[in-house]
């Protein structure tokens, strides 16, 4: 599969929520939000034209030869100040686009971007059910920091999550 990586227009925002909702749909449970809980295309495109003038936040996609949206990822700075040298991650890859080096090229976006933006590590929470995230996570470079017990409300359950994170050179 060709494919590249860009930085997110708010001409994707239905893809993307399409996307987002058949992940969040899946039976594992991959993500924070269950089937039908994502933003709505309209949020989703509000907030993708609000990043155009926001320097500390951006999405990334890969886009498919055919133009298909097969995998976002989202990463933003910390807000707190002293912290500010921290951004966090979230991603998703299509399932029909898995296992063919979407998700390592969307990370690596990601460094690229943190590093212009002098961001100084990146972190994300992975659950810790989810391997291939894990697998591809520790692949690229990330370390476990920690385990957060019953630290995200999902679905009307508390659910435990790893903390990761990568130190940008
Ligand atoms: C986790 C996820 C983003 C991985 O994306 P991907 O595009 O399939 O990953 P890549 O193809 O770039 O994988 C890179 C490497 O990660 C590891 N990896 C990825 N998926 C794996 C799996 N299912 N099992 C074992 N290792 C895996 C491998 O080392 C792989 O390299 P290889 O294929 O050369 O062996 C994708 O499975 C996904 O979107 N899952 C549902 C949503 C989700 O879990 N998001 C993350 C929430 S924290």
Known sequence: MDFVIR???????E?????ADSVSAEPEGWLISIAGEWRSAGDERRFLKALRRYPHAAVFVAEREDGTLVGRLSVGRDPHP???????????????????GVGRALLQAAVEWAREADIRKLELHVFPWNEAAIALYEAFGFEREGFRKGHYRRGGEFVDAILMAYAIE
């Open 82 to 100: 002293a912290s500010a040298h921290v951004a966090d991650v979230g991603l998703m890859v299509a399932l029909d686009a898995r296992r063919q």
């Open 15 to 19: 893809q993307l929520t399409r996307l």
């Open 7 to 13: 930085r997110s227009d708010p001409a994707d925002a």
